[in-house]
C-alpha cells in the first residue's frame, strides 16, 4: 500500500511542478501541433490512475464497495483537472485555454477508464 501512495504523491508532485511552474523555468520540449495537448492529457491519465490504484486498495481493507468511491474520486479528478487550468492563469507565462480543459479531462476519464479494464482483468498493474 505504502508503494502505491508514494508513487502517487510523487506523480502529483511532478504535476504540480510541471504545472505550475513558470514558462521560463520549464524545459523546451519537442514542438509540433498537439505536443501541449499530449502532455496534458499523459500528465491526467497517469494522476487518475495511480490514485486509482490507492483508492483501491483502501476500499479494499475497509471492505467497501469501490464503484461509489470511483464515482465520487472521478469528480475530483475532473474538478482538479479543471482547477489548474484556471489557476495556470496566475503563473507568469502560462495562459488558460479551455482545450487544454477538455484535454485534461479526457485524460482523467481514459486513466480512470485503464484503471478499471486492467482491474476487472486482475492484472499485476493494479
Same mark, same amino acid.
Given at each position: 500500500m505504502r508503494e502505491k501512495v508514494v508513487l502517487a504523491l510523487l506523480w502529483s508532485f511532478g504535476m504540480a511542478y510541471a504545472l505550475f511552474s513558470p514558462a521560463s523555468k520549464v524545459p523546451s520540449l519537442p514542438k509540433f501541433y498537439?505536443?501541449?495537448k499530449l502532455i496534458h492529457?499523459? +500528465?491526467f491519465v497517469g494522476m487518475a490512475f495511480l490514485w486509482d490504484r490507492v483508492i483501491r486498495q483502501q476500499a479494499d481493507e475497509k471492505k467497501k464497495k469501490s464503484n461509489k468511491l470511483f464515482t465520487k474520486y472521478l469528480v475530483l479528478?475532473?474538478?482538479?483537472? +479543471?482547477?489548474?487550468?484556471?489557476?495556470?492563469?496566475?503563473?507568469?507565462g502560462r495562459s488558460f485555454d479551455y482545450f487544454d480543459i477538455i484535454t485534461n479531462i479526457i485524460g482523467v476519464i481514459t486513466g480512470t477508464g485503464i484503471f478499471v479494464y486492467l482491474n476487472k482483468r486482475g492484472s499485476v498493474l493494479v
Open positions: 498537439g505536443s501541449d492529457f499523459g +500528465i479528478w475532473i474538478f482538479i483537472a +479543471i482547477l489548474t487550468e484556471y489557476l495556470q492563469r496566475l503563473v507568469p
